[in-house]
């Protein structure tokens, strides 16, 4: 299939990689030149402005950092440009707003197109292991499926347009909030004496496991290997949790839903950003305790 993908960071690089190794011609489009070399490398097709990119392709994946870019690029340079069989697939993390905006722009002239973020991060992106929630239709649903597995484990349709969107941001406002909670518990434990490792053993398999504890484990060298072991390099920046809480809180307003621990997560994550953590994992959020 031939596969237009714009947008080639950190997740968009190696989702474009996986779709050539399934077999696909990948058209890639990038403001970055260092990130086109990189996808020329792995065998996409480089182009120098999306609309060339768009030319005659089945479908157009898209990883943009924000739901500005996102309306611009479709709605300049795709909507109108690609050929109206394509499916459009935006697997950005934006606001639900625009992800609904964008998608009844391409609907009016007769695109499929769903919204697809993901979870997972660059090493699933890389490996391609990454988790998709997609909101749209039924069809284009099923037309975008083939291409979302040729770079993830699981692909799930969450319903209408903007449902992708609206599982992401709630699903990272619950990993903020059990974060928090995990980093608050482990280093309670090692206050009052605890062996760390002992309460590890103990509450990932009690009442206490959650994913943040037996998967990510947020304190060196306790539990399973993970970014705390690494000094909290690699792994989700603080900066991109900090960006979907936002998103989430935004939400939250407009749905005028109650989410008092996810308002506390949200500050909290704005000061540790505010402290120059932004780069760090968002696991580091331990060091404030």
């Known amino acids: ?16 990689a ?13 403001l970055s030149e260092d990130a086109l070399a990189r996808a020329k490398e792995v065998g996409c097709a480089t182009f120098s402005a999306v609309r060339e990119a768009v030319e005659g392709v089945e479908a157009v994946v898209s990883m943009l950092p924000n739901g500005r870019i996102v309306r611009q ?42 919204d697809a973020p993901v979870s997972g991060g660059i090493a699933a992106a890389a490996g391609g292991t990454l988790t ?9 649903f099923e037309a975008a499926k083939p291409i979302l597995e040729a770079m993830g484990k699981a692909v799930i349709h969450a319903g209408d347009a903007g449902a992708g969107q609206t599982a992401k941001i709630c699903n990272n406002m619950l990993l903020a909030v059990h974060m928090i909670g995990t980093a608050e518990a482990m280093k309670m434990a090692e206050k009052l004496g605890l062996d760390p490792q002992k309460f590890y053993e103990i509450s990932s398999q009690s009442s206490g496991y959650n994913w943040s504890l037996n998967a990510y484990t947020p304190m060196p060298g306790v539990g399973v290997d993970s970014p705390a072991d690494k000094d909290y390099q690699g792994g989700f920046a603080t900066a991109l949790m900090l960006k979907d809480l936002r998103l989430a809180m935004e939400a939250a307003d407009n749905a005028d839903a109650a989410v008092p621990l996810s308002s506390r997560a949200a500050a909290l994550y704005e000061d540790f950003a505010g402290a120059g953590n932004d780069g760090l994992d968002f696991s580091a959020i331990i060091k404030t305790y």
């Open 18 to 30: 996986n779709l050539v190794k399934a077999g696909h011609n990948v058209r890639a489009f990038d």
């Open 1 to 16: 299939m031939k596969i237009a993908f714009i947008g080639l960071g950190n997740m968009g690089g190696g989702m474009a």
């Open 73 to 114: 690029v479709y709605i300049d340079d795709v909507i109108g440009h690609a050929p109206h069989a394509a499916t459009l697939i935006d697997c950005s993390t934006i606001d639900v707003a625009t992800a609904r905006a964008v998608a009844e722009a391409a609907h009016g002239e007769g695109y499929k197109m769903v």
């Open 132 to 140: 998709f929630m997609v909101g749209g239709e039924r069809h284009a």
